[in-house]
């Protein structure tokens, strides 16, 4: 079982910055990976970024490359997404949600941007960009 606590969010203007963290907790080997994900009203929950645990590889959707980045403590027991030069399609309710690694055919390990992939979930923490 893993637990997982997001804090952080918050309104903010455009343009402006926050940083959210989520507090994992429980059987590392179901966290290998962990994710941030983001749910706008009658949208669907979409990846944000995704954290590996062994080699803290990183992947970001392209709405967000280049301003956010996410990062963890050296156990992953925290997971950070510092968001930078946000904009009003920013806006959102934020989850963070661990999971296990995913395998390509070629043997690769890599860390799902899908949804469904992850089997553990925060409560979500709610960001508001203002224009």
């Known amino acids: 079982q893993v637990q997982l606590v997001e804090s952080g969010g918050g309104s903010v203007q455009a343009g402006g910055s926050l940083r959210l963290s989520c507090s994992v907790s429980?059987?590392?080997?179901?966290?290998?990976?962990v994710g941030w994900f983001r749910q706008a009203p009658g949208k669907e929950r979409d990846v944000v970024a995704t954290?590996?645990?062994?080699?803290?590889?990183?992947n970001y959707a392209d709405s967000v490359k280049g301003r956010f980045i996410i990062s963890s403590d050296t156990a992953m027991n925290t997971v950070y997404l510092q968001m930078n030069s946000l904009k009003p399609e920013d806006t959102a309710m934020y989850y963070c949600a661990a999971g296990p690694f995913s395998l390509r055919e070629s043997g690769e390990i890599y860390c799902s941007t899908g949804a469904p992939d992850y089997n553990f979930w925060g409560q979500g923490t709610q960001v508001t960009v203002s224009s």
């Open positions: 954290i590996y645990r062994t080699d803290r590889r990183t």
């Open positions: 429980g059987s590392s080997f179901t966290r290998n990976c």
